[in-house]
Nanobody, 128 residues
Framework: QVQLVESGGGLVQTGGSLRLSCAAS????????MAWFRQAHGKERDVVAV????????YYINSVKGRFTISRDNARDTVYLQMNSLKPEDTAVYYC?????????????????????WGQGTQVTVSS
């Protein structure tokens, strides 16, 4: 049924860039807000960035502000995460998620339980 498939992860040096993509299938894409979460080894899964269904609202965790950009192409049912100036602490498995966002309050959009569909994840490794 619904599938979210991430791509674009890999190994990059400190200061480098990667663009992650998440392609949605069998999803009424424009009805869903989209988010990127990440989980480093031994740590909890935390939100990185969120974008509303229209793309009009975005949210970023403080540690990635100014470095990461979330965007979406509703014509292609795809959400992106452009990651620049990467740091070793960005190393994690990155997950794409889709959820019906009734509002764009921080409490709602940052909670993993808000999101109904999840991708399998893509590994991002930043070497120093």
């Amino acid at each position: 049924q619904v599938q979210l498939v991430e791509s674009g992860g890999g190994l990059v040096q400190t200061g480098g860039s990667l663009r992650l993509s998440c392609a949605a299938s069998e999803l009424d894409f424009t009805r869903y807000g989209m988010a990127w979460f990440r989980q480093a080894h031994g740590k909890e899964r935390d939100v990185v960035a969120v974008i509303s269904w229209s793309g009009g609202n975005t949210y970023y965790i403080n540690s990635v502000k100014g470095r990461f950009t979330i965007s979406r192409d509703n014509a292609r049912d795809t959400v992106y995460l452009q990651m620049n100036s990467l740091k070793p602490e960005d190393t994690a498995v990155y997950y794409c998620a889709a959820g019906r966002l009734m509002d764009f309050t921080i409490g709602r959009i940052t909670a993993a339980q808000t999101y109904y569909y999840w991708g399998q994840g893509t590994q991002v490794t930043v070497s120093s």
